[in-house]
């Protein structure tokens, strides 16, 4: 997942105060922590199909209830598994 995945969701600060963008902070996530995250998002998604990020980036960007719960998703994860502070960034 990416940025875009989110519309507009560049980046988290850190509680240290340190900047880092979404995808950075998703790479680093420990294995379960990553698995836990794809579980949120795949229960969101249900069983629409896709086979390739591209489609799946279009299928979320192009659905305004699906983009809005894969962010919210996003967001509920970051402030309550890693006690991250969010800020958007245009």
């Known amino acids: 997942m990416n940025g875009g995945a989110v519309g507009g969701l560049l980046g988290c600060w850190m509680t240290s105060g340190q900047f880092k963008s979404l995808p950075q902070i998703i790479m680093e996530l420990a294995p ?3 698995q836990r995250l794809y ?3 795949s ?11 591209a489609q799946l980036m279009a299928l979320v960007m192009g659905n305004a209830t699906l983009k809005q719960q894969v962010t ?9 598994e890693l006690q991250a502070e969010v800020h958007y960034v245009n």
């Open 32 to 34: 379960n922590q990553q």
């Open 39 to 41: 579980a949120d998002v």
């Open 43 to 53: 229960a969101i998604l249900g069983n629409q199909k896709w086979t390739y990020f």
């Open 72 to 80: 919210a998703a996003l967001l509920s994860f970051i402030s309550k």
